[in-house]
């Protein structure tokens, strides 16, 4: 059985990250995690984190505790050790949580020297990265979340009136109207249609902190929370498991379902069944953060050996802080849990058979006009497969966990910030330009006819490669129709090149946890691992080998076997070039 979520944190999670402050406070400066000398290494949200966890030390201890006095001094001790370090944005919120909480039990003015106080005063302010016109400062939108938080902590503490907090708020929920409107989900772009893990985990986050903070959450944020929620039930599993698809998931892909599902459970959004499947896959998530991500030789989360792989943003630089941070999300969650009088208790031990009566098939719009998003979710046989139809926007459109291809735990995964075409044609023109299908989906259409979902799209433009952001180029336009059936998928495009554009190059990629592949006329068998068999047609001739280059890495571990497609004789212009792929799973 799976262990009740509080024993997980108690036993095993805090007395993790308690082992690491202790590192912390008799190296100081010194201190090394997994070869990174934390301090520097450039961690811009650490002195944050490591204040977040040096006063969860102090409020989870009573009053007459002995512990008390010099679990204070380590407080002030630390602080001043930080001081002049960077701590940015994310690093803000967590410093002045930090406070409030002290604040709230008295010991604030214990647990720092007045000047060290005053001078906190003055840098943990959200108008180091917000405008005066309140506007963000090269950030993206999820970030006006963290600046209201920031803002209503100061305010509780007596730092400022509430008008910084109120606009900022205002802010955040004007964002979501604005750019997902009807839908309820946040784009992390102005309109341009990036919606993934953020996109579904802000309202979590926003809901945490009005509760937090004192404030009453509206109908309206409920109602996005309830979608949030919509999302994430098609992707419950028995193994603890998260997010399948774009930037910044691995163990963070499993918290964001932790944060919103406590906040839906606090705000009564959910029936009381789903509670107790919530409760119940939290627990699974909490053993698998020990289980999987914390490596017992060294101590620490691993996001990044054992052949996994994370986007730059949250390189091993960051090691100490992804370790206070994300033991953080989970002691937090679970006071919840216990304050819904779950504390302690068995997960339901229904949880495998609920599992089975999860809708097989949903479509979640994320906007709909000159361009479509949205996101369709097939269960088969317990396994989630994701298909998203979004646009990753500047730095992320080129990056194939971004992609409008499959994802599923375990099965097929992108890889951080890389470029190789997975499941997708690349076009090269005689030009030189290379064109993918990647932006600009129109009239997507999702028709469901028992076991067997089909999804279809065109692009009337593809993305030209090679800039920031994605970019029309109208010499090539495509029509794309997937099928998704029990143990098999196949995406149809229909490639249309503009008059005067001559097609150079086509190739596909598939980089997969399958091994042992055997090719025979153009089909790829597997002898190991769950995708079973891929054949493509269109992309001339296929090979598969044992990848070497970092890049054929998952948020989980290495892929065993990439298969690379190419084809350098083309049709003439005008003429619909038909590119297919098949792929078969157990």
């Known amino acids: 059985g799976v262990a009740p979520m509080a024993g997980t944190v108690r036993t095993r999670q805090m007395p993790q990250a308690e082992t690491l402050i202790e590192q912390l406070l008799r190296e100081k400066r010194g201190m090394k995690l997994g070869g990174v000398a934390v301090f520097e290494s450039g961690d811009k949200f650490l002195p944050g984190k490591i204040a977040a966890a040096m006063a969860y030390r102090i409020t989870t201890l009573e009053n007459g505790d002995p512990r008390l006095a010099q679990r204070l001094r380590d407080f002030a001790d630390i602080a001043e050790l930080t001081l002049d370090d960077t701590n940015d944005s994310w690093g803000i919120y967590y410093y002045v949580s930090a406070l409030h909480d002290l604040n709230e039990r008295g010991l604030l003015d214990r647990a720092l020297r007045p000047e060290t106080l005053a001078r906190l005063k003055q840098r943990l302010d959200w108008r180091r990265f917000v405008r005066p016109d309140l506007t963000l400062i090269d950030l993206p939108n999820n970030y006006y979340g963290v600046a209201f938080s920031i803002a209503r902590l100061r305010h509780l503490m007596g730092w400022e009136d509430a008008a910084g907090a109120d606009q900022l708020l205002a802010r955040t929920l004007d964002h979501y109207r604005k750019y997902s409107g009807e839908f309820g989900f946040a784009d992390e772009t102005e309109g341009k249609g990036r919606f993934d ?33 919509d999302l994430l039930l098609p992707r419950f599993n028995l193994r603890g498991g998260g997010f399948e698809y774009g ?199 999702v028709t469901r006819r028992g076991s067997v979902t089909q999804v279809s799209w065109r692009q009337d433009a593809l993305d030209l490669m090679g800039k920031d952001d994605a970019r029309p180029d109208r010499r090539a336009s495509i029509e794309t129709r997937y099928t998704l059936a029990p143990g098999r998928i196949t995406r149809s495009d229909r490639l249309r090149l503009a008059p005067g554009a001559r097609a150079a190059k086509v190739e596909l990629e598939f980089a997969s946890f399958s091994g042992a592949p055997s090719v025979q006329a153009g089909r790829v068998r597997f002898a190991s691992g769950e995708v079973r068999g891929f054949f493509a047609t269109g992309y001339g001739s296929c090979a598969a080998r044992t ?8 948020p989980t571990g290495a892929f065993a076997t990439v298969v690379r497609c190419a084809r350098t004789t083309m049709s003439t212009p005008g003429a619909v070039i038909p590119l297919d792929w098949k792929l078969s799973y157990k």
Do not use: C
């Not at 802000?202 to 109908?219: D, K, Q, S, V, W």
């Open 197 to 229: 893990r953020y996109s579904v985990l802000l309202i979590g986050e926003i809901a945490h902190r009005l509760i937090e903070t004192g404030m009453t959450p509206t109908p309206e944020v409920r109602g996005w929370l309830r979608k949030s929620v």
């Open 247 to 445: 930037r910044s998931i691995r163990a963070y892909g499993e918290t964001a379902f932790i944060e919103v599902l406590t906040a839906a459970a606090l705000l009564k959004v959910l029936t009381p069944q789903e509670e107790r499947m919530a409760y119940a896959f939290s627990s699974r998530i909490g053993a698998r953060y020990m289980d999987f991500w914390v490596n017992p030789a060294t101590g620490s989360v691993d996001l990044w050996g054992q052949g996994r792989r994370t986007d730059a943003y949250r390189g091993i630089h960051r090691i100490f802080g992804e370790n206070l941070s994300l033991a953080r999300q989970h002691i937090y969650t679970n006071a919840i849990w216990n304050r819904l009088g779950y504390g302690g208790r068995a997960p339901d031990r229904g949880y495998a058979k609920w599992l089975g009566t999860l809708p097989r098939s949903t479509v979640t719009w994320f906007a709909r006009g000159e361009h479509d998003r949205a996101l369709v979710s097939v269960r088969d046989r317990g396994r989630l497969i994701g298909l998203p139809i979004i646009n990753g926007a500047e730095g992320q459109h080129l990056h194939n966990p971004y992609f409008p291809v499959p994802f599923s735990p375990g099965m097929l995964a992108g890889s951080a910030d890389a470029t190789y075409p997975h499941l997708i044609p690349r076009i090269t023109l005689a030009d030189g330009a290379v064109l993918m299908p990647l932006a600009f989906f129109k009239d997507v259409r």
């Open 547 to 554: 990848p070497q280059s970092p890049e054929y890495r998952a």
